[in-house]
Every structure is written in structure tokens, then in C-alpha cells.
């Protein structure tokens, strides 16, 4: 049998020329208002329309739909309780019990539409489904389809889908299964004669607000120049006490017995503040990639490309503050201060900048409004700190446009090789970076300088590498990035055996390929990891990745230690 899919539509339909006395109804979930209208089918076709609705206060659900023939006459209704599932198993079941009174009552040529787009996607273009109950409802679904002789299935906003949302809604109070021939009631009558009429409903685009205005692209270049400022804030602190470690190595000329000339004191006191930072640094990282993961992925990038840029800036800063008070008394403690001033500077101002700037940028208001539309509440309360209120559902708590919310272990299985690739990326680098550098890398024509620089040159080819996927066709799949990982390692020994044999340009060469291999896989992790879940899904999965990461970090700085084994002043 030939499956005719034609008019497969990715949204809506639009009535764009209305033709005689037609109803107009408005609601708040557009910025530009568009039109939308319930369609009668071709001849000699019969049309599905089915919904599914869930109880935010019970979690119990429905389903209903109806069936009406190219003149818009009502054939059959149907509507029952399913017990305790999610919207998006409430949806999957409508469409199933729809095809299965379709089949039943011998229509072969069916439209089916309904209300939920990602079903569509998964009917006709294969998306993946992540629950068991979920891939057994659409395994039975793509049973029956092929029983048809032409079917097409498309979606459509709830304002044309009516008709089934309220059989839907009435499934909620029905102990048992029920079939309507006949129209129940006044309320579907009226409801059924306005589609037949082509009343039209409008729209609007941006989920709605009652106070201030998004947008799904304005504000998108000053919202990715502030994500890029804001992850050189993120982690200039951190990068500022790793980058100043020769003044340290100087203050304290530590072993693993003895605390030096600076005393263990003043020592213990570093380290407090040192780990204060990390902990600090760790939360606003956290906080930062799960708030970006899901919005655009130039904005997770940008932010990406400012944690690598403040370390360049922490580099070039402490070479400058390095050289002007290389002579004069006290100053490599006078540098070190200048340098601590100008990164606490920079930390206000992205303070600042994430505070009264960014949450009102019109893009960011878009994409927290969907995540909180999507089920998002900490989403929802920072759209609340900014004066916006985001509508409930109408209708008692329905819950029918929110869909499922994979729980965090549910996240974390099904990306566990992204969180993996994350913890052992850092691993190795931190293993390397910086404590081998400074231990390790032998006596050099730089002297001093030598360390310094080569965790300089570390971050620019960290930074500028992670605008590399910006060119589409060189990105990794999931599978070369897990290759690129694992290869990784290999740096090991090349470093070792750079530092015993090599000279001072092999180990330039060598570091700077390590920062390109980490900011290149670190993107690419951060911003494939996320697509396909609904925003509370990618804010969580961003917390994940980041906590992976910094995992990653403590580990590979703990190894770092490894290095010194072996070493004559160990």
C-alpha cells in the first residue's frame, strides 16, 4: 500500500484569507498575533483529531478525540481515564486509540492531527523516545498506520484542536471507556459548528508575559558578547591564583616536609582562599552552563570561549605586571597585587552585567520563558526577579502542553558517555596543566619566563579552539568525540618524554596542542549534549557536564602530583 504524506507540517496552518462572516477569538501566547483554524479534509477523507491531557495537582490523565468526515460532520468521539502517566503518554495513547476506531469503522484514508509537535516528529521522522512505555505506545502506533491505505498527520495549536482537548478534558471524569455517535453536548455542538465555519483564533508568538516583551532573536549578538564576558568572570579568579603561581613558588619554596620561608601560617591562609575561590568558581560554572544549556548553543559556546579568554587575560596580564615590576623592589608582590586588583575589577563588573543586564535582553527572556512554560521552576523564579509572570495553564492545572520530565539519573544514563568524555578531558589536562609545567619542564633559555609562557600559549589555542565548531563540518559525532578523548592520554608520555629529550619549542608546540584539543572537545561536549530535551532536561544535563568537569579538574590536579615522583628535589 502506497502511504501518501503529504502536507506534513511542521507547526500550524494559517487561514490567510478568510472568506466570509467569521468568529475571531484572541489569546496571549503570541507576540505578533497569527491565525488559526481547524480544516476540513479533501473528499473521500476522514479526519483524527486527538489530545491527551495530564493533572498537574494528581497526575492523572486522559484522553479523547473525534472523528469527522470532509463536510465537518461529527462521526465519533471518544474519551477515557488512563490512570497515572505523563502528557506525552496521554498523547501517544489518544493517537492509538484513535486509529484503533479508525480501523475499526473500516475509514482507510485518515488526517490525523493533534497538538503535540515532538509526536509528529516521532511518527514521521523517527525521534527518539526515551522511556519504555513511551517506545511501546509508538511501536504499536507504527502497527496500525500501515493498515491505512493514505494517511497524512500534522500538527496544530490547541486553539484548533478544541474539540478533542475537551473530550480529553471530559475522559478526567469517566470510570470506564465511552463512544459517542452523537454529539454529547452544547458545549462540543457549538465548538463543532465554529470549525465547520472556519472561525479563526489568534495567537500570539511568545509564550505570554504580563510584563515585558521576548524575542527569539533580538539581542542575540549583545546576549553572546555578555555570555563571553561573563565566562571570563566565571573563571578569572581561579585563573588568576593558578597564573601568579610563581609568586607563590617564591613565597613559599615548599616540599613536602616543610613550609618554607613564608611560614605555614600565612600558607594555610592561601590555601583557604585558594579553596574558597574553587568553590565559589564551581558554583557560579554551574549555575552559568545550566542557565545557557538551554538556550541557543552560541550562547553555551561564547560562555565556553570566555572561561578559555580569561585565562588569556590572566596570562597576559601577569606577563605584563611580570616585566614592569621585575625590577624594582618588592615587586613581584607589587605585580601580584596590581594583577589580583584587576581581576577583582572584572569580577564586579560581570556581577553587574548578570544581574541588571542580561535577564532583560529580549532573547533571554524567549528562551526562559519556554523553559519555564516547560516545566522549569528555577527558571521561573529568575522571570519572576525580573517582573515577569509567566500564565498557568488554563483549565484546572491541566498539564497537556508540558511534557515528560526525565528524572536526573534518567539524564545522566542516557548522556553517562558525554559525562565520562568530560571528566576524562579534564583529567588529563589538569594532570599536565599547570603543575607539570611548573615542576617539570627542566631548565630553559626563558628561565623564569618559561612557565609563564607556555601556560600562555595553553589558553590562546584553548580559546581560539573552541570557535573551531562554529564550521559545521568540523564537528565530531558522539562516537569521535569519545575517540578524541581516550586520545587524549597519549599526551602523557609525549610530555614526559618532551621534557627529558626535547627542547624548549617541541614543549611550546606540545602545550599548545593540548589547549586545542581540550577547548575543541569541551565545546563540542557542551553543545551536542543538550539537543533534543526540553529546557528543565537541558538545565539539569548542563549542571551534570559542569559538575563532571570540575570532577575532572580535582582529579587531574590531585595526579598532577604524580609528575614530582622521580624528580630530584622531590
Not at 460532520?73 to 474519551?79: K, M, N
Not at 473500516?106 to 497538538?115: A, N
Not at 495567537?203 to 549578538?221: D, E, L, Q, V
Request: charged residues 15%; aromatic residues 10%; proline residues 3%.
Amino acid at each position: 500500500m502506497m502511504l501518501t504524506l503529504s502536507k506534513i507540517l511542521g507547526c500550524h496552518r494559517l487561514i490567510k484569507n478568510p472568506v466570509g462572516p467569521v468568529g475571531l477569538l484572541s489569546r496571549n501566547w503570541h507576540e505578533n498575533a497569527i491565525q488559526v483554524a481547524w480544516e476540513k479534509p479533501q473528499i473521500g477523507w476522514t479526519k483524527l483529531n486527538f489530545d491527551g491531557s495530564c493533572k498537574c495537582s494528581t497526575g492523572r490523565a486522559s484522553i479523547g478525540g473525534v472523528i469527522r468526515d470532509h463536510n465537518a460532520v461529527f462521526l465519533l468521539g471518544y474519551a477515557e481515564s488512563i490512570g497515572h502517566t505523563t502528557s506525552t503518554i496521554a498523547e501517544m495513547a489518544a493517537l492509538r486509540r484513535g486509529l484503533e476506531l479508525v480501523l475499526e469503522n473500516g475509514w482507510s484514508q485518515v488526517w490525523l492531527e493533534g497538538d503535540l509537535q515532538s509526536l509528529v516528529e516521532i511518527i514521521m521522522q523517527g525521534r527518539r523516545v526515551r522511556s519504555a512505555e513511551a517506545q511501546k505506545q509508538v511501536s504499536h502506533i507504527k502497527l496500525l498506520i500501515p493498515e491505512l491505505d493514505n494517511f497524512l498527520i500534522t500538527h496544530i495549536y490547541r486553539e484548533g484542536n478544541r474539540v478533542a482537548h475537551t473530550f480529553a478534558q471530559m475522559g478526567h471524569r469517566l470510570k470506564h471507556p465511552q463512544i459517542w455517535r452523537h454529539i454529547p453536548n452544547e458545549v462540543l455542538r457549538n465548538i463543532l459548528r465554529e470549525n465547520a465555519e472556519g472561525k479563526i483564533i489568534y495567537r500570539k508568538r511568545i509564550p505570554a508575559m504580563t510584563n515585558g516583551s521576548a524575542s527569539p532573536t533580538k539581542g542575540k549578538f549583545t546576549a553572546m558578547l555578555i555570555c563571553w564576558i561573563l565566562g571570563i568572570g566565571s573563571a578569572i579568579s581561579w585563573n588568576s591564583l593558578m597564573t601568579i603561581g610563581d609568586y607563590y613558588y617564591k613565597l613559599f619554596p615548599l616540599d613536602l616536609a616543610t613550609s618554607g620561608r613564608g611560614g605555614i601560617t600565612p600558607y594555610i591562609g592561601i590555601c583557604a582562599i585558594v579553596g574558597a575561590f574553587g568553590v565559589a568558581s564551581a558554583l557560579v560554572q554551574g549555575g552559568m552552563t545550566g542557565d545557557l544549556s538551554f538556550m541557543c548553543p552560541e550562547f553555551i559556546r561564547s560562555f565556553l570561549a570566555g572561561l578559555a579568554a580569561s585565562g588569556v587575560l590572566t596570562s597576559a596580564l601577569r606577563l605584563v605586571t611580570k616585566a614592569v615590576f621585575r625590577k624594582s623592589n618588592d615587586g613581584e608582590r607589587n605585580g601580584a597585587m596590581l594583577f589580583l586588583g584587576i581581576t577583582t575589577f572584572v569580577e564586579f563588573l560581570c556581577t553587574l552585567l548578570y544581574a541588571f543586564f542580561f535577564p532583560k535582553l529580549p532573547i533571554v527572556k524567549f528562551y526562559r520563558s519556554k523553559a519555564a512554560l516547560e516545566g522549569s521552576q528555577t527558571v521561573s523564579a529568575d522571570l519572576a526577579v525580573v517582573g515577569i509572570q509567566t500564565e498557568q495553564n488554563e483549565e484546572d492545572g491541566d498539564d497537556t502542553q508540558q511534557q515528560e520530565r526525565l528524572s536526573n539519573k534518567q539524564l545522566f544514563f542516557q548522556n553517562i558517555d558525554y559525562a565520562l568524555e568530560v571528566f576524562l578531558g579534564h583529567l588529563v589536562t589538569l594532570s599536565i596543566f599547570p603543575g607539570f609545567l611548573f615542576e617539570n619542564t627542566g631548565k630553559h633559555q626563558l628561565g623564569s619566563w618559561y612557565p609563564l609562557v607556555l601556560i600562555t600559549m595553553y589558553n590562546v589555542w584553548d580559546m581560539l579552539s573552541r570557535y573551531i565548531p562554529i564550521v559545521k563540518c568540523l564537528r565530531l559525532s558522539r562516537r569521535g568525540l569519545m575517540v578524541g578523548v581516550l586520545a587524549q592520554f597519549l599526551l602523557i608520555p609525549a610530555f614526559y618524554f618532551t621534557a627529558k629529550y626535547g627542547d624548549q619549542g617541541w614543549m611550546i608546540l606540545l602545550t599548545s596542542f593540548l589547549g586545542v584539543s581540550n577547548g575543541y572537545l569541551t565545546v563540542c561536549i557542551f553543545t551536542d549534549a543538550p539537543k533534543g530535551y526540553k529546557g528543565p532536561e537541558q538545565n539539569a544535563l548542563g549542571n551534570m557536564l559542569t559538575l563532571c568537569l570540575l570532577c575532572g579538574i580535582f582529579a587531574g590536579g590531585a595526579l598532577g602530583w604524580l609528575w614530582l615522583i622521580g624528580n630530584e628535589s622531590f
